[in-house]
């Protein structure tokens, strides 16, 4: 086995002595040089997922390999995890998989880490995503300076609300958080009790995203702040949404939902391209900045992330 793991451990050595952030990605697939694997560090553990079934065979190799490059990091993990997400077919929050433990012991059944100074609780055994978007953390970075004036957010979409946790406590008045699934709101709330901040229930709200936008534009509900940061499909029993059939759509939506504020619009899918996210966005909209996979997500080819801030004129 070829000494990827350590090389691309060795490049994220950096990113263990920031504070404000204890998770990361480590090994991200053909970007690294191995595709079909990704390594993420989460706290004192690591989650091994595997894409490809192929490199199932490899266990006897492979496993060895990632448990020896981790005695190499700059904190030796508690624990190493691996998941098998080899069959998935369908979207990520359905997919019913569990992990298993490669070296080392397990988790806790909740486990508390920090992004962008902000404490997230985690699942690492259940399901295909464990609670946090580990290519976020640059974005929320720079999204910082852009709360210090206060303002009302409307995250949608919100998942565990980890835009919401992070803008309300750099600056921003208030937040109303909306989810199609009652486990993400579970999340967002659990979040904020996480980080000292009070849940007021009317700061969450169940439903689908381009339902209640329609509303709120009908009723003249006005936001400082938007986030639209959708799943690539997501279907439910009220309906589907699909990136390329309903992101535009919400886009046409939001111009009235916040006249001279700002937007931050996500599309993660190497089946849109940046030319077609930039066209996507009305014409009258401002571009503030455009961002793609941070460090620690090198990919091969065009980047699967396009996440912009854009003005919308009043």
Known sequence: MPPLFEKAFALRAPLYA??????????NGAGDGMDGITIDRYG???????????LLQEQKTLFPAIIQAARC????????????????????????????????????????????????AVDLMLG?????????????????QHYKNGGAMLNLF????????????NGLSSVLNLDLAKTALERARRNY???????DERGFMYGDALTWMKAFAKKGRRFDFVVLDPPTFARSKQGSFSVKKDFPRCLDIL???????????????????????????PASWQLEWLEHEPDDFPCVGQPYLKAGLWKIPS
Request: charged fraction near 20%.
């Open 18 to 27: 920031d504070p404000a952030h204890d998770c990361c990605r480590l090994f």
């Open 44 to 54: 004192a553990w690591l989650l091994v997922q595997i894409e490809k079934a192929a």
């Open 73 to 120: 990091l700059p904190r030796t993990p508690r624990g190493i995890l691996w998941k098998d997400i080899s069959g998935s077919t369908k979207p990520w929050r359905d997919y019913p998989c569990r992990s298993s433990i490669m070296d080392g012991h397990a988790p806790p059944e909740e486990l508390v880490v920090m992004q962008n100074s902000v404490r997230v």
């Open 128 to 144: 295909r995503h464990t609670g946090l978007f580990l290519d976020m953390r640059i974005i929320r970075g720079l999204l910082a």
């Open 158 to 169: 919100c998942y565990s609300g980890m835009f919401s946790v992070h803008g309300l406590k």
């Open 193 to 199: 009790g996480l980080n000292g901040i009070a849940c």
């Open 255 to 281: 111009s009235s939902l916040a006249p001279g504020g700002l937007a931050l619009t996500v599309v993660n899918s190497p089946a849109v391209s940046q030319e077609q996210y930039r066209q996507w966005h």
